[in-house]
């Protein structure tokens, strides 16, 4: 059985191995619960801030406890109040102005740089002033709490939790730099013990789609006005290149990459010509990756994305708006080649055929007239070749067909 492309398979397990397993199993439910009791009861603080740290480096794929942490970042770390005071009773936030976020003048850290196995934050009451101003076990509730701008040293605190948490979003998606349920020991101990796979077969087998997500706020804070941050799209481009290249089928990053394209362009300020060679880049990037992938469902996501683009007549945020009805159908026809050459050695990949009819509909669509000739014969036998590939969806190629017809 395969699961994210990792093949999956049955061993034998001693009854040593067995009670090992129980004990693990159990330590994890017991911190699962701590997290989740304590969520329960609304105190977003730091303390639950570490659970969930140790949570994530056993399970990266915990949606509810990154969204947790989520909420330990917004009540607590990020929103010093004045006065508050620490379980030990010393003051950790004195400044009625430090609240809220930092500026992104401070360098980031760069797709290729090197970044710590394991992503930690210093114990409470152990010099945490520097990286974390404030630990102060704020109310979520409280309305009496006055949330005001932050100065500038609030700012680069802030900056600084944030630029950290970036790191650890790293550790649970980068297989250049480990992850977290795979590499050595850490404040969990060892989880390992010889059994587990390998970092990048467990990188395979992860969806990421938790960790992109919380790694998308972590980003939009970096970028916000508050902080007198800027654009960070560059830099997060570059990343998911990054990714795609170890690992084509990762769904998250191609859909990271189709939000930022638009942003990336209008910030490059490039003309026309400039936009429409980018356009031809990507589309050469998905045809090379189909080539070696042709049955990946995370690589015609990002294709019929592309596609979109060029079918989007009139619409002026798209990759490249410039472009006239006759371009945009030279592209949609030269699509329609490639894909084709695609079944003289895949002929049945239901993907491939799903990407000609999105293709051939666009074009009619946008020329306001069907193929001439043999173009609807070759529609109707792609939707026959698809209600024999999938059944279970004959309603959508039902529809399909009379939107061939009209």
């Not at 970036?166 to 550790?171: D, H, I």
Request: hydrophobic share 35%; net charge negative.
């Amino acid at each position: 059985m395969e699961s994210h492309g990792v093949a999956r398979s049955i061993r034998a397990r001693t009854e040593e191995q067995r009670l090992q397993d129980l004990e693990k199993i159990k330590a994890y439910r017991n911190l699962e619960n701590q997290i989740l009791s304590q969520s329960a009861s609304g105190t977003y603080n730091f303390a639950l801030f570490q659970l969930t740290t140790e949570l994530l480096h056993l399970n990266p794929e915990y949606y509810t406890i990154w969204n947790i942490r989520r909420r330990c970042l917004i009540s607590d770390l990020l929103f010093r109040q004045p006065c508050e005071l620490s379980p030990s009773g010393a003051s950790l936030s004195t400044s009625p102005n430090a609240t809220k976020e930092r500026p992104l003048d401070a360098s980031l850290p760069s797709p290729s740089d090197p970044i710590p196995l394991y992503h930690r934050f210093p114990i409470a009451g152990k010099n945490s002033a520097g990286l974390v101003a404030s630990t102060a076990l704020a109310d979520p509730q409280r309305s009496d709490i006055q949330y005001q701008a932050p100065n500038s040293e609030g700012r680069e605190s802030d900056g600084k939790v944030l630029r950290s948490e970036l790191a650890f979003t790293l550790s649970a998606m980068d297989p250049g730099i480990g992850h977290p349920s795979t590499a050595g020991s850490d404040c969990t101990g060892d989880m390992g013990n010889g059994t587990q796979p390998s970092v990048q077969d467990a990188y395979q087998g992860r969806t990421q789609l938790p960790a992109w997500g919380y790694r998308r706020f972590i980003v939009a804070k970096l970028e916000s006005p508050e902080l007198q941050g800027k654009s960070m799209a560059e830099d997060e481009y570059a990343y998911t290149t990054k990714i795609i290249g170890f690992n084509l089928s990762n769904f998250s990053a191609w859909h990271y990459r189709s939000q930022l394209i638009v942003r990336l362009l209008d910030r490059r300020g490039g003309g026309d010509r400039m936009r429409a060679a980018f356009l031809d880049e990507e589309l050469s990037v998905v045809r090379r990756a189909l080539n070696v992938g042709p049955d990946d469902q995370s690589l015609w996501y990002y294709h019929q994305f592309l596609v979109s683009q060029i079918s989007e007549y009139g619409d002026g945020h798209t990759i490249a708006p410039a472009l006239t009805v006759d371009e945009r159908a030279a592209y949609l026809r030269h699509e329609i080649e490639e894909i084709n050459d695609l079944l003289e050695d895949y002929g049945d990949i239901k993907w491939i055929y799903e990407g000609l009819l999105e293709c051939t509909l666009a074009l009619k669509q946008l020329e306001q007239r069907a193929e001439r000739g043999g173009g609807i014969f070759d529609v109707k036998t792609w939707l026959v070749k698809l209600q024999a590939l999938d059944p279970m969806r004959s309603g959508r190629w039902s529809d399909l067909e009379r939107r061939v017809r009209d």
